[in-house]
């Protein structure tokens, strides 16, 4: 593993079931593309901090969870060819900011180079 990328989102917690199974649509189209690896995660022990934190980062609101999730790849360009396949696969077409159970706009991400891995 040589590079990841990193997703951090809240999710109303009523629409959790419904995230899940797109998420493991989309698990399974970037494994299908060449990802190493996949990972969701749901907030089990994420408090508010006094400066920043998930809930404040993500502006959880009442009855959100957040959700943590990486992708992992060989290189950058290796994630840039896996991405662009991924984007472009039919099964994830009709997802857009209207069809998604979550707000987007209170998503970040981004692509990281590990320094440690052990």
Do not use: C
């Amino acid at each position: 593993m040589s590079y990841v990328d990193g997703y951090v989102l809240p999710v109303p917690q009523d629409k959790l079931g419904q995230y899940q199974r797109i998420a493991r649509k989309a698990a399974k189209v970037w494994k299908e593309h060449g990802a190493l690896g996949y990972l969701e995660a749901v907030a089990d022990d994420v408090k508010p901090g006094k400066h920043t934190s998930f809930p404040q980062a993500v502006k959880l609101k009442p009855g959100e969870v957040v959700v943590f999730a990486y992708v992992l790849f060989r290189s950058r360009a290796h994630r840039d060819r896996v991405n662009a396949k991924a984007m472009a696969d039919p099964r994830l077409a009709g997802m857009n900011a209207q069809n998604v159970p979550f707000d987007g706009k209170r998503m970040f991400w981004g692509g990281f180079k590990p320094f440690v891995n052990v």
